[in-house]
């Protein structure tokens, strides 16, 4: 199948070249992230890992608050902006132009976060189901809008791992929602077929294995398999150890046409562009 590769998506009135991928490097403000490595809560530890995400090649910087591990402890909506308040205010006293996108499915945090603190991104986990009004609100707020395919919440996702035709059933979803999205008059949007989020082990290869199929739907492709259970469950080792892995799935996307790429280790995902880009132009 021919990929087709969108070139921008408008940041702030920018346009953001993904005709390159681009690399989103992953801000932990929760205390229980999966991956222990990945936790910032000083602002001393805020600022080093957003030079270190820019340093290494990042474009933008992925700031979460809530974890969607699937024994995470659930939080409610204030302690969740108020994690994400203090972060983000650090970030933009240091960084000003950085490219921040946030990963809430509360409509209302997105929101704050946007109009009080210039994210330029919205990261849905749920794709607007458990919230509904996260649709309108990107509407109104007009920013990039990840939508990643997930069934039930963070804390049963993996009750509902049940799919008679997982591609069939994953396409349908986006093939909806995007059509919501579009009468809303929302164009920035961007997929992720959301790996670990009520999937098996099975499941994730079977994604990534039809990976390029998803360029059907004409937009940006997001990848994030940075560490997750798919890598070390099937090597029987831990998300410390699971690097190797996730930069061995990353270049698999990345050959199949992947736009962004959301990690924990960013310079190891640049070099994997840049070594997919060096075999890509000999391609036809």
Known sequence: MKVIKPKYINVKGQLLDLSTPQVMGILNLTPDSFYADSRVQTEA???????QI??????????????????GV????????????????IINRHF???????????????????????????????GGELDKHMFATIAKLQVPYIMMHMKGTPQTMQQHTDYDNLLREVFLYFANKISQLHQLGVNDIILDPGFGFAKTIEHNYE??????????????????????????????????????????????ALMKGAHILRVHDVKEAVEAIRITNAIKQYQP
């Open 96 to 126: 000003p132009d950085a490219i921040i996108s946030v990963d809430t499915f509360r409509a209302s945090v997105a929101e704050r976060c946007v109009q009080e603190h210039g994210v330029a991104i919205v990261n849905d986990i749920s």
């Open 74 to 89: 659930d939080i409610a909506d204030d302690e969740e902006m108020q994690r994400l308040s203090t972060g983000l205010a």
């Open 45 to 51: 530890q805020i600022v080093e890992r957003v030079q």
């Open 207 to 252: 994604l990534m294995a039809h990976l390029e199929d998803f360029h059907l739907f004409e937009l940006p492709l997001l990848v994030g398999i940075s560490r997750k259970s798919m890598i070390y469950k099937l090597l029987g080792s831990t998300p410390a150890e699971a690097l190797n892995g996730t930069s061995v799935l990353n270049t698999a």
């Open 54 to 71: 820019l340093a290494q090649g990042g474009s933008m910087i992925d700031v979460g608050a809530y974890s969607s591990r699937p024994d």
